[in-house]
Structures are given as structure tokens and as C-alpha cells.
T-cell receptor
Framework: SQKIEQNSEALNIQEGKTATLTCNYT??????LQWYRQDPGRGPVFLLL?????KEKRKERLKVTFDTTLKQSLFHITASQPADSATYLC?????????FGAGTTVTVRA | DGGITQSPKYLFRKEGQNVTLSCEQN?????MYWYRQDPGQGLRLIYY???????QKGDIAEGYSVSREKKESFPLTVTSAQKNPTAFYLC?????????????FGPGTRLTVL
């Protein structure tokens, strides 16, 4: 069956450091992968989309990579700030439907 | 959240009662979705609709029902047949014309069945 796995443990990092989150998938051949941010008690908010033919995508302090051979996407938050504390979800897109991972909770300490 | 309203934010019901969750959007988006989120789990798709008067089951449709009589509205009914209804329910929309566009999520409704 199809499966999406993200870092199973929460990530606690010091302000200014880089957070690296992992999204692995099996039995999928997604053409696109999206990353969302979710704050407690709120709906997810879209951050980035990366296509299968793109190795890397950047948006401000965020960087996403997509390796279809490894079936993995990495999400980096550089120069992290306490305001980056949230849960980050990866989602695979197929036929206008998204399948989500469970998310990784990031806490940035001041 | 902008443009998508879910009400109420918190909802309490007794076991065995049906309950309807509201989702209204003013984004003029064609597609609408209902997800359920449980602690430690990803969002799971309940139902989706790509056009008015049409909807399809998602991965966990059992115990739920929907209607799409207007473009702006996609209410979800949690029936007494749903065995574990306590969860955080999220409504989302998508423009529908470009598959790459992101989904827009509402603020969610937290349902607690006592």
C-alpha cells in the first residue's frame, strides 16, 4: 500500500540553526510534492511545491529537494527563528487529491 | 484561512447523534475537500467534490455524508455510524483549473463526541 513517512520525532533546535525535515514515500510515483505549515488548532498553509524534474526549490529561508530515485524529499529551514515553530506536512499530489504525511513538529529555541 | 469559513470551531455531541459541520467559501473555487486529522496522523480524505452536484468518496468515507448543492458550500454530516467521530475536521478548496495549485484550508472544527 502507499505510504508517506516523515521524521517520527519532534525536532528541537537552537535559533539560527538549520532544521532538516525528511519525507519518504513508498509505492508512489508522484509528479509533484507539496509542503505545508500547520500551527496548533489551525488549518495547514501551503509553503512550496516541487516537481519531479526539479531537484531543488527555494523560497526565502526555505529549501526543498526532491529525489525520485530515493523516493525522498528534504525540507530545510535555514537561520531558524522561534516563529518557525510549527508542524510541517509533506503531501503528494495525484489527480487533484493530496495524500499527507503525519507531519514533523519543529520547536525553535531562542 | 481567508475566504473559507468553518463553523463552529468547537462542537460537542452525544454519542449516537448525527452532526453537520459547515464549510463555506468565497474564493470561487470549484473543488472542495473534507479531511479528518487525528493526533500523530496525517490528514485523511473523507469526501471531495470537483463540481457542484457531484462528489466522490475519499479514503475514509464510511459513516460520513456530504452534499454540494451550491458552489460555495460543502457541508459534512457525521452520522451515528461513524465509530470514532472525535477528531479535528478540516475543509479545503482548490481552484480546479491548474492541478499544481495548492489547496486552501479553513480553520477547522474540533468535534468531540461524549
Amino acid at each position: 500500500s502507499q505510504k508517506i513517512e516523515q521524521n517520527s520525532e519532534a525536532l528541537n533546535i537552537q535559533e539560527g540553526k538549520t532544521a532538516t525535515l525528511t519525507c519518504n514515500y513508498t509505492n508512489y510515483s508522484p509528479a509533484y510534492l507539496q509542503w505545508y505549515r500547520q500551527d496548533p488548532g489551525r488549518g495547514p498553509v501551503f509553503l512550496l511545491l516541487i516537481r519531479e524534474n526539479e531537484k531543488e526549490k527555494r523560497k526565502e529561508r526555505l529549501k526543498v529537494t526532491f529525489d525520485t530515485t530515493l523516493k525522498q524529499s528534504l525540507f530545510h529551514i535555514t537561520a531558524s527563528q522561534p516563529a518557525d515553530s510549527a508542524t510541517y506536512l509533506c503531501a503528494l499530489l495525484r489527480d487533484y487529491k493530496l495524500s499527507f504525511g503525519a507531519g514533523t513538529t519543529v520547536t525553535v529555541r531562542a | 484561512d481567508g475566504g473559507i469559513t468553518q463553523s463552529p470551531k468547537y462542537l460537542f455531541r452525544k454519542e449516537g447523534q448525527n452532526v453537520t459541520l459547515s464549510c463555506e467559501q468565497n474564493l470561487n473555487h470549484d473543488a472542495m475537500y473534507w479531511y479528518r486529522q487525528d493526533p500523530g496522523q496525517g490528514l485523511r480524505l473523507i469526501y471531495y467534490s470537483q463540481i457542484v452536484n457531484d462528489f466522490q468518496k475519499g479514503d475514509i468515507a464510511e459513516g460520513y455524508s456530504v452534499s454540494r448543492e451550491k458552489k460555495e458550500s460543502f457541508p459534512l454530516t457525521v452520522t451515528s455510524a461513524q465509530k470514532n467521530p472525535t477528531a479535528f475536521y478540516l475543509c479545503a478548496t482548490h481552484p480546479g483549473d491548474r492541478v499544481l495549485d495548492e489547496q486552501f484550508f479553513g480553520p477547522g472544527t474540533r468535534l468531540t463526541v461524549l
